[in-house]
Structure formats: C-alpha cells, structure tokens
C-alpha cells in the first residue's frame, strides 16, 4: 500500500516548511501538495527528494475537497500524515469586515481543515498524524481579528478532543499554536497596516522545526518559542478583558 502525506497551504510559510520536512519524518512513497498556486506547488517539489502530487484547489470551495476525496478513494493509500496549513485572517473590524471575508474565514479556516481531517482519517492507521495550524490566538479574543482567533479556537479545540478520541485506533493529532510569523499572511491580514506593534516575529523555518519535533512527542498542541509560551501563560493567568485591553493599548486601536 502506497504511503503518503498531505500538505494543504503548501505553497509558502509554514506549510511549505513542513513539506519539505516530511521525507525526513515520515518513510513515504509519495507527498500530496495541496494549495492554489500550482506553479509554487511545482517548483517546491522540484526540491524534494520523493514523487509529488499537486493539486491547485481553492479549499473554500466544496468540490476541492470532493476531488482530494476522489483521489483518495481511487489510489486507497496509506495517509500517514495530514498538514491542514491552509488559513488566512483579516485584522479589521467586524463590522466593515467584508462579507466575503467573513464567509471566507470561517470556511477555509474551519470548515474546510474538519473536512479534510474527516475524509482523510478513514487512510490513517496506527501512528498517523494530523497537524493543524492554529495560532496563540485561539487561547483569548483578539479585537480587531475577532473571527480569525475565533477560527483559531475552533481549530485547537477540535484538534485536542479528535485526538482524545483517537487514541483507541493509535492516531494523533496535533494543532501547532505560532505567534506572530513572518509569512504572506500578513500581506492580505494586514494591507492597512492596522497592526503596528510586533513584539516579535518568529521565522516560519523555526516553527516547523518546532512542529515536526513535537509531532513525535505525544502533545495534543504545542506553543513554538519563549515569548509565544509567554503569552500563552499571561492568557492563562489574567482576565481576558485586561488582555484585550493591553492589546488594544499596543496596537493604538482603542478609538479605531
């Protein structure tokens, strides 16, 4: 049985990291490289050292997941592991958030990373893995990125209760927690420049090698570098309304 891994957002930041680093995690016959950019798509497995397969799909999109589906029940392999990457957020707020935004956010972010796990679990045996990006900003509401953290929170907490539920058939999944990162994101998250305060800025190269580290541990999420485990623990500890209340104060939104 052939055995493979998918990468969904594959074409820049932290998806494209951790597809490069699957040959060295997993023993595979072929990588799925999943993103709209297929030229992107071409190139980044012109670097790798196994067969690729592309696929340019817009996971928004209800027949993109139908067709990964298709091909998974004509080839019948082995998945031993799922990278849902594919993401995006909007800092703005909500309410002059575009409706397609609005919309967009929560089908790629969610809807389309449950999916993509509930089609591909039926090919995962015993030592599988999923790993879902999600963001520091899934442990507290975020103003002014108020449905992306909630997106966010929606990604660790399926992903923490899925793998409590796989645990039986040998299966994890992992939601990978980043702080701010230095990726495309930020070119259609930020066009406006609304958020101007980056306390710090974590290269995506780090986080993966911080995700395909923990993918062999038996954490259910992972938080990658001092100051993001900082921020973390603050949420933890202080009222979210001082919290929102700080950040507001950092990024001078208050009379926005």
Known sequence: MKKIAIVTGASSG??????????????????????????????????????????????????SIAALK???????????????????????????????????????????????MHTVLPYCERGSIIVNIASVAAFQPVPFGAEYAATKAYVLALSRAVNREMKPRGIRVLAVC???????????????????????????AFIAKKALRAMKKKKDYVVPGFVAKATHALTKLLPHSFVMKVFLAQQKLKNK
């Open 14 to 63: 932290i998806g494209k990291r951790l597809a490069a680093g699957m040959p060295q995690q997993f023993s595979l016959d072929e990588l799925w490289l999943v993103a709209r950019r297929e030229d992107r798509l071409l190139a980044l497995g012109k670097e790798l050292s196994l067969p690729v397969r592309t696929f340019a799909l817009d996971l928004t999109k209800k027949e």
């Open 70 to 116: 298709a091909a998974l029940e004509e080839e019948k392999p082995c998945v031993k592991a799922l990278v849902n990457a594919s993401g995006y957020g909007i800092f703005e707020r909500f309410d002059r958030t575009t409706e397609e935004d609005v919309a967009g956010m929560t089908d790629l972010n969610c809807r389309a990373l449950a999916c993509m």
């Open 178 to 204: 980043p702080y701010w990162t230095k990726t495309e994101f930020f070119d259609r998250a930020n066009p406006q420049g609304l958020i101007t305060h980056f306390d710090c800025m974590y290269d995506p």
